[in-house]
Structures are given as structure tokens and as C-alpha cells.
């Protein structure tokens, strides 16, 4: 990790989580502080993405998307997306903050338009046949990847609208997708706590399928790559994150804590050395991914942690 961690002012670092507690915390990374709690009043929160400038931080849970402020000191949120149904379960942000991305279990996936502010319009919708549980944009940024609880994905192609349809297991729900950075690989987990992994882009037109991996015993909630492509983390209701090695899908490392219980979300650090996870137990975690070892506890929370977003870049 670098910068000064102060989280203040568009700083190059941020920790965020969020949870059942209905409140939203920035941290200073590298010592644990608390600097600021925000409040979300409405709901759980389920996803968390801070936007590409830093100076933001947005917020999905049920009915409602929230937008705060990183760098002043206002607890509340300074946007509200309303006239939305049911739980929104995640956002992201279109790499040139030209554009924002949901998916939820209204059974869509829509795209905002942040110029039409204070509103946000929603611009397209991308209907499907479940609830969705999860939406990654690919790092070339002409598609969207929208997992559902039918246990398919949907490759939204944003150029034409057309789509195709990835089944890796059709009894098991899509719980999470990630596309590595350079857009070469893609794994999505399921509810059974397996992993599938597809090949990416090259010769072939259409996703390879390219792993298998049986991950977790029971329920898979989250999978990221690292920023360097060489590693994946899943998380499970096992109460473990395990990273594996993409270049044999080896096991790495199986990080976990006596009173860890769910591990809802995770995110690598820009130099893919450490891992920071969110847990039912209220408590977020800085591991040291090669040596295994928990080097930092972030306590503050009442309730569980579900979702976190770690931003260590300069702005």
C-alpha cells in the first residue's frame, strides 16, 4: 500500500466497508482509524465502489443507491438514485466516470447516467429472467457481465444490446463475477461454492471455459482478481477467502480467523501483496497474502460486514 491513508480529499487511500449496521466507514489503512462514519439509514448495505476520481464512494441496498462524499465531512449521502425496486446488489463506475452500473433483484441491469444530477437518469436497462446478483464491466468497457440467480450469465454487449449465455451450472446461483485487469480471464462462484473460470478475448470470439475449481463447501459469495492477474481470491460462507495461484489454479493461501464467520467481500492492494475482507463478525481484515498472516483488524461495526471497496491509487 502507499499515500498517507488519510482517506481525506480525493486521497490516494481509501478503505470503505459497510454493512447490517446501516452505517458506511472510511479507514485509514495502514493504522486501523476510523475517520469518518456515514450514514445509511435505509437498509443493509450490499455493494460498495468508489468512484475512478476517489472523491466518491457509492453505495447499493434495497430500493436505494446513495452516493457520498470521500473527501468533506458530510455523514450523509449528497446523491439519491430513488424509484428503484427491491435490493440493488451491486455498482460500479465506467473507468472515465462517464457512467455508472447496477444490477439487482428487480431482474436488471441498468446503466446511469450521472450528467443528469441531481437525478441520475437511468439511460438502458438489460432485462433478464431472475433476480441479478451481480455486474462486472469489462475492462474494455464495451460489455457487462450480469450474473442471476438462475445460475446464468448474460454477456450484455453495451455496442449492440445483444447478448449471449454462459450456464456453468444451472441449479446454482451466480453469487459474483470478475474479469481480471488485462480482460483475459473470467470467474464467477456460485451458491455451491464452486469457481468456474473462463478464458478471455484472443483467437476465440466466445468465453473458453478453463477451470473448474470446487473452492468452498458451502456457500461462494465473492471473487476478485488481483490488479497483477496472478492471483483470485474467493470468499464463502465457510468463514475462509482463499487465494489461488491463476497460473495453475493452485491453492495459495486459505486465510481465516477464529471468529470470522461469513466472508462477504474482499480487495487486493494495488501491489497484490495484501487482502482486506469484510465478515459477519463485524470486524475487516488485513492479511499478508504471501505469508498468510492477519496483520491489521478494523473494528467499529455493530453488525455484519458485507461489502468493502479499497482504492490505493494516486488521484
Known amino acids: 500500500m502507499s499515500g498517507d491513508g488519510s482517506g481525506g480529499g480525493g486521497s490516494a487511500v481509501a478503505l470503505v466497508t459497510g454493512g447490517y449496521d446501516h452505517t458506511i466507514k472510511l479507514w485509514q489503512a495502514h493504522s486501523g482509524v476510523c ?8 437498509s443493509q448495505v450490499n455493494g460498495l465502489e468508489i ?25 450523509d449521502p449528497v446523491v439519491n438514485f430513488e424509484g428503484i425496486t427491491k ?48 455486474v462486472t464491466l469489462h475492462p474494455d468497457q464495451t460489455q457487462i457481465m450480469v450474473g442471476d440467480q438462475s445460475g446464468i450469465i448474460h454477456i450484455w454487449d453495451l455496442r449492440t444490446d445483444q447478448n449471449e449465455q454462459l450456464i456453468p451450472d444451472a441449479e446454482a446461483s451466480i453469487q459474483d463475477i470478475a474479469i481480471d485487469p488485462e480482460g483475459k480471464m473470467m470467474a464467477a462462484v456460485n451458491n455451491k461454492g464452486n469457481c468456474y473460470v473462463w478464458s478471455l478475448g484472443g483467437a ?10 470446487v473452492a468452498h463447501s458451502k456457500y461462494a459469495l465473492r471473487c476478485k482478481f488481483s490488479l497483477d492477474s496472478t492471483m ?12 489461488w495461484r491463476t497460473s495453475d489454479w493452485t491453492l495459495l493461501r486459505e486465510l481465516r480467523n477464529d471468529t ?9 492492494s494495488i501491489d497484490s ?42 488521484v
Open 232 to 243: 483470485l481470491v474467493t470468499t464463502s460462507g465457510d468463514c475462509s477467502a482463499k487465494v
Open 204 to 213: 476465440a470470439p466466445h468465453p473458453v471455459p478453463l477451470k473448474h475449481i
Open 273 to 314: 501483496r495484501y487482502l482486506f475482507t469484510g465478515s459477519s463478525d463485524s470486524y475487516a481484515r488485513l492479511w499478508d497474502v504471501e505469508k498468510g498472516t492477519l496483520e491489521r483488524e478494523y473494528c467499529g461495526h455493530q453488525k455484519a460486514i458485507t461489502a468493502l471497496a479499497f482504492r490505493d491509487q494516486a
Open 35 to 42: 475517520l469518518r462514519t456515514m450514514q445509511h439509514p435505509d
Open 87 to 134: 435490493n440493488v446488489a451491486r455498482v460500479g463506475f465506467q473507468k472515465n466516470d462517464l457512467w455508472m452500473y447496477t444490477g439487482g433483484e428487480d431482474w436488471t441491469a441498468r446503466i446511469w447516467d450521472p450528467r443528469a444530477a441531481p437525478q441520475f437518469r437511468c439511460t438502458k436497462i438489460f432485462q433478464v429472467q431472475a433476480p441479478v446478483n451481480t
Open 260 to 268: 470470522q464467520r461469513w466472508v462477504w467481500d474482499a480487495a487486493f
Open 51 to 75: 468512484s475512478p476520481t476517489g472523491q466518491m464512494v457509492a453505495a447499493c441496498g434495497y430500493q436505494h443507491i446513495r452516493m457520498y462524499d470521500l473527501a468533506s465531512a458530510n455523514p
